[in-house]
T-cell receptor, first 110, second 114 residues
């Protein structure tokens, strides 16, 4: 059974700092991996999608990497801003649906 | 393009009562998902439809939860009777057949069972 773990559960950083969020999964037979952002009281917004054949994806200040062999992915956020404060969720595709981790709640202080 | 619409946004009920949630997916999206997100947890898939057929309902507590998507568009999720542990956010998502693994989520319905 696929399980997704995210570390740390919460993270507080000052504005401008670069940071890394971690995601690990138990079964390397994934179709793709996605990173989502969730603001309080809101739904999920897709940030980056990495196909199983890819190693990384970049969008603006965000860079996500995927290492299937070790069952790990990282989300790198450069030059963090207060507007980045949210919960970040990692999800892997197993079968036809997504399996999510519990998320990392990020707080960026100005 | 309109997003995934869900209603109501909030619902408070007593245990053993019934409740229903509604979802309208993005136009043209054949696949519709219902997820349950308990506070502090990641979303958990309850049921997946493709058009009006069920693809996966293995994690749906069928003794109390039911869902339908009669015309392959809108969907309703019902809980009857509700338990305290059903307190959660219920998220609806949809995807197209062409890009079946790119899900778009609604804002969710926050359910509190007292």
């Amino acid at each position: 059974k696929q399980e997704v773990t995210q570390i740390p559960a919460a993270l507080s950083v000052p504005e401008g700092e670069n940071l890394v969020l971690n995601c690990s999964f138990t079964d390397s037979a994934i179709y793709n991996l996605q990173w989502f952002r969730q603001d309080p009281g809101k739904g999920l917004t897709s940030l980056l999608l990495i196909q199983s054949s890819q190693r990384e994806q970049t969008s603006g200040r965000l860079n996500a990497s995927l290492d299937k062999s070790s069952g790990r992915s990282t989300l790198y956020i450069a030059a963090s801003q207060p507007g980045d404060s949210a919960t970040y969720l990692c999800a892997v595709v197993a079968g036809t649906a997504l399996i999510f981790g519990k998320g990392t709640t990020l707080s960026v202080s100005s | 393009e309109a997003g995934v619409a869900q209603s109501p946004r909030y619902k408070i009920i007593e245990k053993r009562q019934s409740v229903a949630f509604w979802c309208n997916p993005i136009s043209g999206h054949a696949t519709l998902y219902w997820y349950q997100q308990i506070l502090g947890q990641g979303p958990k898939l309850l049921i997946q439809f493709q058009n009006n057929g069920v693809v996966d309902d293995s994690q749906l507590p069928k003794d109390r939860f039911s869902a339908e998507r009669l015309k392959g568009v809108d969907s309703t999720l019902k809980i009857q009777p509700a338990k305290l542990e059903d307190s959660a956010v219920y998220l609806c998502a949809s995807s197209s057949l062409l890009r079946s693994l790119q899900l778009f989520f609604g804002s969710g319905t926050q359910l509190s069972v007292l």
